[in-house]
Nanobody
Framework: QVQLRESGGGLVQAGDSLRLSCAASGRTFSNNAMGWFRQAPGKEREFVAALSWNGGGTYYADSVKDRFTISRDNVTNAVYLQMNSLKPEDPAVYYC???????????????????WGQGTQVPVSS
């Protein structure tokens, strides 16, 4: 069974840092673009960051650029999201996603991501 499992979420204060991890099991995603999305209560799921299959290309939402960093370790089949300078507008459930087609370019929308984790909560107190 293919699974993506996020971890690392938790209550933090504005200005803090947090690192989210996404562990894949059941298959390797070393040839797939990976992404992080988030969804706040009452809002649509939105793009946060994405990374090409070989790590050569990274893409960020304007709201997190220069604060968040996406990275991957294809040996351990994991993806990470380092979040610095967290803001009160960052709280959401954060989801890890893997693109369904190998060697595809990362996307800034949910389209094309065929595998999703269950999400990890990141509440931020001001």
């Amino acid at each position: 069974q293919v699974q993506l499992r996020e971890s690392g979420g938790g209550l933090v204060q504005a200005g803090d840092s947090l690192r989210l991890s996404c562990a894949a099991s059941g298959r390797t995603f070393s040839n797939n673009a990976m992404g992080w999305f988030r969804q706040a209560p009452g809002k649509e799921r939105e793009f946060v960051a994405a990374l090409s299959w070989n790590g050569g290309g990274t893409y960020y939402a304007d709201s997190v650029k220069d604060r968040f960093t996406i990275s991957r370790d294809n040996v351990t089949n994991a993806v990470y999201l380092q979040m610095n300078s967290l803001k009160p507008e960052d709280p959401a459930v954060y989801y890890c996603a893997a693109h369904a087609v190998a060697f595809s370019l990362p996307r800034r929308t949910t389209r094309g991501y065929g595998y999703w984790g269950q999400g990890t909560q990141v509440p931020v107190s001001s």
